[in-house]
């Protein structure tokens, strides 16, 4: 049988016990809680301070002049003076002398000095006598007076009538009048067939 007196006193020293033993796992947790006054604290370390680097002021000297190269011109060549064309006669080699007249006074185009041919007829094909090859002078007239179609300077052919078919007082070879009043002895019939042609600016 259990001692009640017995079985007290063991409970009383259990909660003793484990009071002590509470009290010393909570020491440590209050010295790190409540800081303690007393205690001496690490001196502050301050950061060194780092000097800034010397400004260096650009140089104030101005740079020392470059001088540019020499530089050699290339050597210049005389220009060589063209052979001349003529020959100790003045000619060339074609036959021509230095005003281009050849050895008998005619140029390349065949005309001397006095712009005639070798035919004595000038660059417009007439002669010293002022006729061309065909025998016209400048105006169009042969050396008798007549021009191509055979009218002389008045507007008369040979035989006396010009290009409407009338003399030189207004009458046709039929007697026919340009007035209209035909000669007696007219052709009145060819007279009238005349007149009733339409005009074409011609005797025909």
């Given amino acids: 049988m259990v001692n009640p007196g017995r079985s007290s006193r063991k409970f009383r020293r259990l909660v003793l016990l484990t009071a002590v033993i509470g009290a010393a796992a909570l020491a440590p947790v209050a010295a790190f809680a409540t800081p303690d006054p007393t205690a001496p604290t690490a001196p502050t370390t301050a950061a060194p301070v780092t000097p800034a680097p010397p400004v260096t002021p650009p140089p104030t000297n101005p740079p020392a002049p470059t001088t540019p190269p020499v530089t050699t011109p290339p050597p210049t060549t005389a220009p060589k003076t063209p052979a001349d064309p003529y020959g100790p006669d003045g000619y060339d080699s074609f036959g021509y002398d230095r005003f281009g007249y050849d050895r008998f006074g005619y140029d390349r185009d065949g005309f001397d000095r006095s712009g005639l041919d070798r ?75 005349r007149r009733q042609r339409p005009p074409t600016g011609s005797a025909s």
């Fill in 119 to 193: 035919w004595g007829n000038d660059r417009s094909g007439y002669g010293r006598d002022g006729f061309n090859d065909e025998g016209f002078d400048r105006s169009g007239f042969d050396r008798s007076g007549y021009d191509r179609w055979g009218y002389d300077r008045s507007g008369y052919n040979h035989n006396g009538f010009d290009r409407w078919g009338y003399d030189r007082w207004g009458y046709t070879a039929q007697g026919c009048a340009r007035s209209g009043e035909d000669k007696p002895d007219a052709d009145h019939a060819a007279c009238e067939a």
